[in-house]
């Protein structure tokens, strides 16, 4: 963890300060930080310590092992509603926007260095956040088409906004990999890196912004935030609602049950 001192070191999340700078490591290497309650828990209770702490200016976000983030963890399961599928919609307002939200409303740029793949809500989380930087092997993924289901996490807002209606929609219905150099080239970040100098670059990045005018920052945000990203709300909600149209399809069923068998899945497009 570079020389930043472990502030606390949640179940999930390490929290960690430099300074005037924080740094968020998702930390669970063994499921390449997949996303899940737990993680959503500990995640809020980083972003609202650093929120609190005025002596904190800026803010790194960046995976543990060889991943950044691979996305919700679908062994975990979801619960059912009424009807017995799977309640995406609950679990998207409760566990996911809540965390995108308040990186997008934190009056402190936040940084994201992706290290490894950044897949489907793992993809949001990283392009919610104000600067990116990502290493050359990583990636940028929004795998949802592969398992019949549609983006979410405010990827549909956060990736036309970053590289335009052509590219998101490729992501979106082709479901391929957007490489480091790529993602670059499509204006999804701001900059990449060998992979071995990634965390270096992104602590100069953040403890230079740690000791800049913090309030015009926030300022910054509060008007980009308005003009880009002032539907992200009701963005949400329709991604949820969409989502849960989705939970009640076999395509959705079989995709992921390919996903855990590790095969093919066999769409039928109903």
Same mark, same amino acid.
């Given at each position: 963890? &570079?020389?930043?001192?472990?502030?606390?070191?949640?179940? !999930?999340?390490?929290?960690?300060?430099? $300074?005037?700078?924080?740094?968020?490591?998702?930390?669970?290497?063994?499921?390449?930080?997949?996303?899940?309650?737990?993680?959503?828990?500990?995640?809020?209770?980083?972003? $609202?310590?650093?929120?609190?702490?005025?002596?904190?200016?800026?803010?790194?976000?960046?995976? *543990?092992?060889?991943?950044?983030?691979?996305?919700? $963890?679908? &062994?975990?399961?979801?619960?059912? !509603?009424?009807?017995?599928?799977?309640?995406?919609?609950?679990?998207?307002?409760?566990?996911?926007?809540?965390?995108?939200? *308040? @990186?997008?409303?934190?009056?402190?740029?936040?940084?994201?260095a992706v290290n490894g793949g950044a897949v489907g809500v793992g993809?949001?989380?990283?392009?919610?956040?104000?600067?990116?930087?990502?290493?050359?092997?990583?990636?940028?993924?929004?795998?949802?088409?592969?398992?019949?289901?549609?983006?979410?996490?405010?990827?549909?807002?956060? @990736?036309?906004?970053?590289?335009?209606?052509?590219?998101?929609?490729?992501?979106? %219905? %082709?479901?391929?990999?957007?490489?480091?150099?790529?993602?670059?080239?499509?204006?999804?970040?701001?900059?990449?890196?060998? $992979?071995?100098?990634?965390?270096?670059?992104?602590?100069?990045?953040?403890?230079?912004?740690?000791?800049?005018?913090?309030? &015009?920052?926030?300022?910054?945000?509060?008007?980009?935030?308005?003009?880009?990203?002032?539907?992200?709300?009701?963005?949400?909600?329709?991604?949820?609602?969409?989502?849960?149209?989705?939970?009640?399809?076999?395509?959705?069923?079989?995709?992921? !049950?390919?996903? %855990?068998?590790?095969?093919?899945?066999?769409?039928?497009?109903?």
């Amino acid at each position: 963890m &570079s020389d930043y001192e472990l502030v606390h070191a949640y179940e !999930t999340v390490n929290l960690a300060r430099k $300074d005037g700078a924080a740094r968020i490591e998702l930390n669970r290497p063994e499921k390449m930080n997949a996303w899940e309650a737990t993680l959503t828990r500990d995640l809020r209770a980083a972003l $609202d310590a650093v929120a609190g702490d005025e002596e904190l200016r800026a803010v790194l976000l960046t995976g *543990a092992g060889r991943g950044f983030c691979s996305g919700a $963890d679908l &062994s975990a399961g979801f619960d059912p !509603t009424p009807a017995g599928h799977p309640d995406l919609q609950t679990s998207l307002r409760e566990r996911y926007h809540p965390v995108i939200t *308040a @990186i997008r409303e934190l009056p402190k740029p936040v940084v994201a260095a992706v290290n490894g793949g950044a897949v489907g809500v793992g993809c949001s989380l990283a392009l919610a956040c104000d600067l990116i930087l990502a290493a050359e092997s990583a990636y940028f993924l929004l795998a949802f088409v592969n398992i019949g289901l549609v983006p979410d996490g405010g990827s549909s807002a956060f @990736i036309p906004a970053r590289a335009g209606l052509t590219r998101a929609l490729e992501m979106a %219905l %082709l479901g391929e990999r957007v490489h480091g150099p790529k993602a670059l080239e499509w204006g999804l970040v701001n900059a990449v890196h060998p $992979d071995d100098e990634l965390a270096g670059a992104a602590d100069a990045l953040v403890a230079r912004l740690a000791v800049g005018p913090t309030r &015009s920052y926030a300022g910054a945000k509060r008007q980009l935030n308005a003009w880009v990203y002032g539907r992200l709300a009701e963005q949400l909600e329709l991604e949820a609602a969409i989502q849960q149209e989705q939970a009640r399809t076999r395509d959705f069923v079989e995709g992921v !049950t390919a996903f %855990l068998q590790k095969r093919p899945a066999a769409f039928e497009g109903r």
